[in-house]
């Protein structure tokens, strides 16, 4: 079961004279704009968990109220409503020492423009966190030349922050936070000051970081694209409201408004989308066991020119073409074994879409789905991978089937000539499943 992190409960924040009646006017139906003589409310009852391992992006337009709320998770902004929940503490209304051992013990920070001292070494600037909490130069040290070597700054320990580029510099910024070594790691808008090639470089570094240490992260950004690229859920923000929640496959293909429709309308999709988002029931497929007769059949309904072959535990063994099977029951065998070949091309569930094309495009078949017990759970046929980034469901375009390399007359011919010699009724599509 997953355990919780953070949870946020029905927070509210609002600048101004009166915040507690803007609360209770917003509580009561009120507007972000009816509530205006009272103050500026930047957020607005939302409420969200965060999952242990996980991360959560949190995305919106300027103005939407997503850095309020990475501010209200670690207690930067007081919270006018609600509470927040970090590791089991409530931090709304606790004192400031306790607060400061909240964040010392629990929450690490990562800024969008980096915040290093810059009379300290990049190693101090590493370190210092944990000489806040006491610990020894010499220990300090090592721990600031591990997790620098973690982040590529190998070596550069001894140098000021000047002397380095703006991406290096949020490394160190990264690698200070994790030499703090808490659970949650906040990051707002860690990456929008960097270069487009240097910002993409560190989104690919992060996710390769969240793998080794599974860290819980809640990342603040306004591109949707580096959302879609780092989440495991994206919150969706607008004029201080949170209006969907859901992982990037939920938020790109079943969005909740016309606000978010829009919102993703220009999203790669390539970089989403999934193998399992849009593969289909695999056919044609014959067990091992199914002799060359059924396998043609399963080609012939299909009109494909090759099947592929699975075991009992529906692993993929390979795949059978149909020019083999028909050698096979001219030849009088019942056994596909001798004609199974490996597949040329498969791919597993997780893999994004954008690394298809060249699988698809090799496959004599529709591109098999495996897990990762190398079962075969689906099939990706050329015209679905081309429609899921294509024109879409108003698409004029014609489909046009494969043709058989051995004429379907013959495979006729083939299959009748068995039948009548041996009797044998063909095993059901779902009897081969």
Same mark, same amino acid.
């Given at each position: 079961?997953?355990?919780?992190?953070?949870?946020?409960?029905?927070?509210?924040?609002?600048?101004?004279?009166?915040?507690?009646?803007?609360?209770?006017?917003? =509580? %009561? &139906?009120?507007?972000?704009?009816?509530?205006?003589?009272?103050?500026?409310?930047?957020?607005?009852? !939302?409420?969200?968990?965060?999952? =242990?391992?996980?991360?959560?992006?949190?995305?919106?337009?300027?103005?939407?109220?997503?850095?309020?709320?990475? +501010?209200?998770?670690?207690?930067?902004?007081?919270?006018?409503?609600?509470?927040?929940?970090?590791?089991?503490?409530?931090?709304?209304?606790?004192?400031?020492?306790? #607060?400061?051992?909240?964040?010392?013990?629990?929450?690490?920070?990562?800024?969008?423009?980096?915040?290093?001292?810059?009379?300290?070494?990049?190693?101090?600037?590493?370190? /210092?966190?944990?000489?806040?909490? &006491?610990?020894?130069?010499?220990?300090?040290?090592? =721990? !600031?030349?591990?997790?620098?070597?973690?982040?590529?700054?190998?070596?550069?320990?001894?140098?000021?922050?000047?002397?380095? %580029?703006?991406?290096? *510099?949020? +490394?160190?910024?990264?690698?200070?936070?994790? !030499?703090?070594?808490?659970?949650?790691?906040?990051?707002?808008?860690?990456? %929008?000051?960097?270069?487009?090639?240097?910002? +993409?470089?560190? *989104?690919? *570094? #992060?996710?390769?970081?969240?793998?080794?240490?599974?860290?819980?992260?809640?990342?603040? @950004?306004?591109?949707?694209?580096?959302?879609?690229?780092?989440?495991?859920?994206?919150?969706?923000?607008?004029?201080?409201?949170?209006?969907?929640?859901? @992982?990037?496959?939920?938020?790109?293909?079943?969005?909740?408004?016309? /606000?978010?429709?829009?919102?993703?309308?220009?999203?790669?999709?390539?970089?989403?989308?999934?193998?399992?988002?849009?593969?289909?029931?695999?056919?044609?497929?014959?067990?091992?066991?199914?002799?060359?007769?059924?396998?043609?059949?399963?080609?012939?309904?299909? /009109?494909?020119?090759?099947? /592929?072959?699975?075991?009992?535990?529906?692993?993929?063994?390979?795949?059978?073409?149909?020019?083999?099977?028909? =050698?096979?029951?001219?030849?009088?065998?019942?056994?596909?074994?001798?004609?199974?070949?490996?597949?040329?091309?498969?791919?597993?569930?997780?893999?994004?879409?954008?690394?298809?094309?060249?699988?698809?495009?090799?496959?004599?078949?529709?591109?098999?789905?495996?897990?990762?017990?190398?079962?075969?759970?689906?099939?990706?046929?050329?015209?679905?991978?081309?429609?899921?980034?294509?024109?879409?469901?108003? %698409?004029?375009?014609?489909? @046009?089937?494969?043709? #058989?390399?051995?004429?379907?007359?013959?495979?006729?011919?083939?299959?009748?000539?068995?039948?009548?010699?041996?009797?044998?009724?063909?095993? @059901?599509?779902?009897?081969?499943?």
């Amino acid at each position: 079961m997953t355990e919780t992190a953070l949870e946020a409960r029905h927070l509210f924040k609002v600048f101004g004279r009166n915040p507690k009646q803007a609360v209770q006017k917003l =509580k %009561s &139906g009120a507007s972000r704009t009816d509530v205006q003589d009272a103050g500026t409310a930047a957020v607005i009852d !939302a409420s969200f968990t965060v999952n =242990k391992g996980e991360i959560f992006v949190i995305m919106g337009l300027s103005g939407s109220g997503k850095s309020t709320i990475i +501010r209200m998770l670690n207690g930067l902004h007081d919270i006018t409503d609600g509470s927040v929940v970090v590791g089991g503490d409530e931090i709304a209304g606790v004192p400031a020492s306790r #607060l400061r051992e909240i964040r010392r013990d629990n929450v690490s920070m990562v800024f969008q423009h980096f915040a290093l001292l810059p009379h300290r070494t990049v190693a101090d600037n590493v370190a /210092y966190p944990l000489e806040l909490k &006491g610990v020894s130069k010499t220990a300090r040290r090592a =721990k !600031a030349d591990e997790v620098l070597a973690m982040v590529g700054l190998d070596g550069w320990g001894d140098k000021l922050p000047s002397e380095l %580029s703006g991406g290096m *510099q949020q +490394r160190v910024g990264i690698a200070r936070a994790l !030499a703090a070594d808490t659970e949650i790691l906040l990051m707002d808008e860690a990456f %929008s000051a960097l270069d487009p090639l240097i910002r +993409r470089e560190m *989104q690919e *570094q #992060l996710v390769e970081l969240q793998e080794k240490l599974q860290k819980t992260i809640v990342f603040i @950004t306004h591109d949707l694209n580096e959302a879609m690229f780092l989440g495991d859920r994206i919150a969706v923000m607008r004029d201080g409201r949170i209006v969907q929640i859901g @992982t990037p496959e939920d938020i790109l293909t079943d969005p909740a408004n016309d /606000y978010v429709e829009q919102f993703v309308q220009d999203v790669d999709r390539a970089r989403v989308l999934t193998a399992s988002n849009v593969m289909e029931r695999p056919r044609p497929v014959v067990a091992e066991s199914a002799g060359p007769r059924t396998a043609l059949r399963q080609m012939r309904d299909a /009109y494909m020119s090759a099947a /592929y072959v699975t075991g009992k535990d529906r692993k993929l063994l390979g795949m059978v073409t149909d020019r083999d099977a028909v =050698k096979l029951v001219r030849k009088g065998e019942a056994a596909l074994g001798s004609v199974i070949k490996p597949v040329p091309q498969s791919v597993s569930e997780d893999e994004v879409l954008m690394n298809l094309f060249v699988p698809a495009v090799e496959s004599p078949l529709p591109l098999a789905v495996v897990d990762a017990e190398g079962r075969l759970v689906g099939v990706i046929p050329r015209i679905t991978l081309l429609a899921a980034l294509g024109p879409g469901p108003n %698409s004029t375009e014609e489909i @046009t089937l494969p043709h #058989l390399p051995v004429p379907q007359a013959e495979i006729d011919a083939v299959l009748g000539e068995a039948d009548a010699a041996t009797g044998e009724a063909a095993a @059901t599509e779902e009897e081969v499943r």
